[in-house]
């Protein structure tokens, strides 16, 4: 069932009427903009190489979403986590309960690659950038999500406030230390270990850039040619470690105002994935930020309006 938002004066007659005629109702608040959340997470792939910690990352952020009351929380791990499913839950689920004032957080915990031939000529180098769900096939450019699909997903929206994170990049093949591993991989050919970066920019994730838009806040593990990382000792995506960690500690808190924003907690995880890439991996891993909504996004500036019973 779909929730309605109620204005004050709406509320308050219902509340009248409901005294005389015993209807019971959980919750009624004003006409606040509500809060949705996807998490997906795949550690466990069908065709192509595993990975270790993307379903821990996944259930570590639908814990905090839920903690934060957040009205629906749609988690998709592993074998759920399919192309059609995750378009689905945007496309379908989202676009259809979300509004414009709502607040849609979606994160992604997996293999990422950027070797997909460019079919639409938006790419200086020719090939889009992609996600791979669950159900990537090698050698199939359709099973997996380019950049320019996933943003056609994100116009469904019609939310102006629409957080991205992104612990995955089209990157793989670089030495680090021994038991870590690299979220890349060639959905062309399968290949974890070969797969190189191609080109892309310094100061950004090419898959990120290609879904930057008015109302969105892109929050990105590493550069454009840069490896992300599963930390053993973390059990956890690297970025993903300690970006949850700056969304529940009140160190975080730079403007001291009792809540924590996306952009203080990516502000507090920024420094520490950088210095342990360094001090502990061997690699540089620089998280990136792309913020195109007016003012910070904090979860308590949006509610959630239970249903009546």
Not at 240 to 268: K, M
């Amino acid at each position: 069932m779909k929730r309605v938002k109620l204005k004050i004066g709406m509320t308050l007659a219902i509340c009248f009427v409901m005294i005389f005629t015993g209807m019971a109702f959980v919750q009624v608040t004003a006409d606040l903009p509500e809060k949705y959340a996807l998490v997906i997470g795949i550690s466990d792939y069908q065709l192509i190489g595993d990975l270790n910690y993307c379903d821990e990352d996944a259930r570590d952020f639908a814990n905090y979403f839920s903690q934060k009351g957040f009205c629906d929380v749609r988690v998709l791990v592993d074998s759920r986590a399919t192309k059609f499913a995750i378009q689905n839950a945007i496309t379908g689920w989202l676009a259809s309960e979300v509004d414009s004032n709502d607040l849609v957080v979606i994160t992604f915990s997996g293999h990422g690659g950027n070797d997909l031939p460019d079919i639409d000529g938006d790419e200086v180098d020719g090939f889009d950038e992609y996600i791979c769900p669950y159900d990537t096939t090698p050698g199939v450019a359709t099973s997996v999500i380019s950049d320019d699909e996933f943003d056609l997903y994100l116009d469904t929206l019609k939310s102006m406030n629409i957080v991205v994170i992104l612990d995955s990049c089209h990157s793989g093949g670089m030495a680090g230390a021994p038991g870590f591993t690299p979220k890349g991989v060639s959905a062309m050919t399968g290949d974890t270990a070969a797969f190189a970066p191609q080109f892309g920019g310094q100061n950004d994730c090419s898959f990120a850039s290609d879904i930057f838009g008015n109302g969105r806040l892109i929050l990105m593990s590493c550069q454009a040619t840069q490896v992300c990382w599963d930390v053993p000792a973390l059990q956890n995506g690297l970025f993903t470690y300690y970006l949850i960690q700056g969304l529940t500690t009140i160190a975080a808190d730079i403007n001291v105002n009792g809540r924590i924003s996306f952009e203080e907690g990516f502000l507090y995880a920024d420094p520490l994935v950088n210095t342990y890439s360094n001090n502990v991996i061997g690699v540089n891993q620089d998280p990136q930020i792309d913020d195109r909504i007016t003012g910070e996004v904090e979860t308590e500036n949006f509610t959630c309006v239970s249903e009546f019973v």
